[in-house]
């Protein structure tokens, strides 16, 4: 259901905020600043990113068909 998804969107939407000038993912945040630690930017990062997304919109748009998905 879409409350299901609701949680994934929350950290997607995280990840965009978090993200460094250009878009580029950091390889870890600081908890405390947000500021960016370690690698950056991080393949790996990114790689998972777009894989966690793709299933989103996946599930998101599978529930749309089903008119129980977000619009």
């Known amino acids: 259901t879409a ?14 905020a978090h993200q460094l000038p250009g ?3 950091s390889e870890q945040l600081d908890p405390h600043t947000g500021a960016p630690l370690s690698v950056s930017p ?6 998972e990113f777009i894989t966690t997304v ?16 977000p619009t």
């Open 42 to 47: 991080l393949t790996w990062s990114h790689a």
């Open 54 to 69: 793709d299933e989103y919109c996946r599930k998101a748009e599978s529930l749309r068909r089903t008119s129980d998905g």
């Open 23 to 25: 878009g580029l993912l």
């Open 3 to 16: 409350a299901e998804l609701a949680p994934a969107k929350r950290m997607v939407d995280w990840a965009v």
